[in-house]
């Protein structure tokens, strides 16, 4: 198991080291850590639970450099992506052993790279190219023509089809399907005629697609998800969509075809979209319903979404009606009394 000293870690994430310089053998939540951990406060309202806690050693902001004077800390501007930097290295991942095992299948016509680890009952299709470093876990398809990046990782049972391009440090979760036809046909006397689809698809460098998550191969051309863009599980990604850089999406998500999302678009679970275009970092929140185009940094919610603010109006309203409902009523039955009395008098 590796120990650090503090002094070693903060100085490969840019921290200040205030208090004991401590050897740290693991990182852990403050409920969970032993003396020996290193764990993390992002905000005050984790304060006392820090306090609390036995790990002696803490990441934390520099609000709260003075608020611990019994533990040692390391000061950080962002104390999630500090503590995201220092996981690994203490995370172990369990992997197949080097070598390509005699259990798999490899077509004639392959191209592998000496230093990778292929498990057990992986397929290999004649036309694919694999870089160094690639793992790939047992039950993996490999499609004709397919291309894999150096240093990407493979969890079972995922599919990549024939033309399929994996950039490098990619991460492709259990049962995740690549490249399969986009849903595209065409109608003629109440039948649906299949459209063939001749394009591909392209990941770029450390994409990261959650488990059962699917990508449609291209029409014509490629859909694209761009370097560093993460798609978490269970999410549907139609033919055509070009996701940029930085996208990160939540599970359940959906886009329809020819979709496209601009450099760190953000997307909630759920979501879903038409055919539109959405700006550079804008905002979709989980559930939203996106009809027509989203503008760069602009924020959305609600089906049809609109504007956030404006949707958190219309709750707010919604969540009133049954009160504005009955003082609608108390006042129709006052305007009727007064119409009365002045038809009356």
């Known amino acids: 198991m590796p120990i650090y000293k503090l002094s070693a870690l903060a100085q490969r994430i840019g921290g200040e080291l205030i208090g004991e310089?401590?050897?740290?053998?693991?990182?852990?939540?403050?409920?969970?850590?032993?003396?020996?951990?290193?764990?993390?406060?992002?905000?005050?309202?984790?304060?006392?639970?820090?306090?609390?806690?036995?790990a002696k050693a803490l990441l934390v902001p520099p609000a709260l450099k003075d608020e611990l004077p019994d533990k040692s800390l390391i000061v950080v501007s962002n104390v999630r992506a500090a503590m995201a930097k220092l996981a690994w290295l203490f995370y172990e991942l369990p992997l197949p052993p080097s070598g390509i095992s005699p259990l798999a299948f490899v077509e004639v016509g392959a191209e592998i790279h000496h230093n990778v680890s292929v498990a057990p009952f992986v397929y290999i299709s004649a036309g694919a190219r694999i870089a160094q470093g690639v793992v790939l876990f047992p039950g993996v398809y490999v499609g004709p023509k397919v291309e894999i990046g150096?240093?990407?990782?493979?969890?079972?049972?995922?599919?990549?089809?024939?033309?399929?391009?994996?950039?490098?440090?990619?991460?492709?979760?259990?049962?995740?399907?690549?490249?399969?036809?986009?849903?595209?046909?065409?109608?003629?006397?109440?039948?649906?005629?299949?459209?063939?689809?001749?394009?591909?698809?392209?990941?770029?460098?450390?994409?990261?697609?959650?488990?059962?998550?699917?990508v449609d191969r291209a029409t014509f051309g490629a859909t694209v998800l761009g370097k560093g863009t993460k798609i978490d599980n269970l999410v549907q990604i139609a033919h055509n969509v070009v996701m940029g850089e930085a996208c990160i999406v939540a599970g359940q998500?959906?886009?329809?075809?020819?979709?496209?999302?601009?450099?760190?678009?953000?997307?909630?679970?759920?979501?879903?979209?038409?055919?539109?275009?959405?700006?550079?970092?804008?905002?979709?929140?989980?559930?939203?319903?996106?009809?027509?185009?989203?503008?760069?940094?602009?924020?959305?919610?609600?089906?049809?979404?609109?504007?956030?603010?404006?949707?958190?109006?219309?709750?707010?309203?919604?969540?009133?009606?049954?009160?504005?409902?009955?003082?609608?009523?108390?006042?129709?039955?006052?305007?009727?009394?007064?119409?009365?009395?002045?038809?009356?008098?």
């Not at 005050?44 to 609390?52: Q, V």
């Not at 707010?316 to 006052?334: C, D």
């Open 150 to 214: 150096a240093e990407v990782i493979i969890y079972p049972n995922a599919v990549l089809y024939p033309g399929v391009k994996i950039g490098p440090k990619s991460i492709i979760h259990a049962g995740a399907v690549v490249g399969c036809d986009g849903f595209g046909y065409a109608q003629e006397g109440g039948a649906h005629i299949k459209i063939p689809h001749f394009g591909c698809v392209e990941l770029g460098e450390e994409v990261e697609l959650g488990a059962n998550t699917t």
């Open 21 to 54: 310089d401590l050897e740290v053998k693991g990182i852990n939540a403050l409920a969970l850590a032993e003396e020996n951990d290193l764990s993390f406060v992002e905000s005050r309202k984790h304060l006392e639970a820090a306090k609390k806690s036995l």
């Open 253 to 345: 998500a959906g886009f329809v075809g020819s979709t496209r999302l601009g450099r760190g678009v953000m997307v909630g679970g759920q979501a879903g979209t038409a055919q539109v275009n959405i700006g550079d970092f804008a905002l979709i929140a989980a559930r939203a319903g996106v009809a027509k185009d989203v503008p760069p940094k602009g924020k959305v919610a609600g089906a049809p979404a609109m504007e956030a603010s404006r949707w958190r109006r219309c709750v707010a309203a919604y969540e009133r009606l049954p009160e504005l409902l009955k003082e609608l009523r108390e006042l129709k039955k006052r305007v009727q009394a007064l119409e009365e009395e002045k038809k009356n008098g």
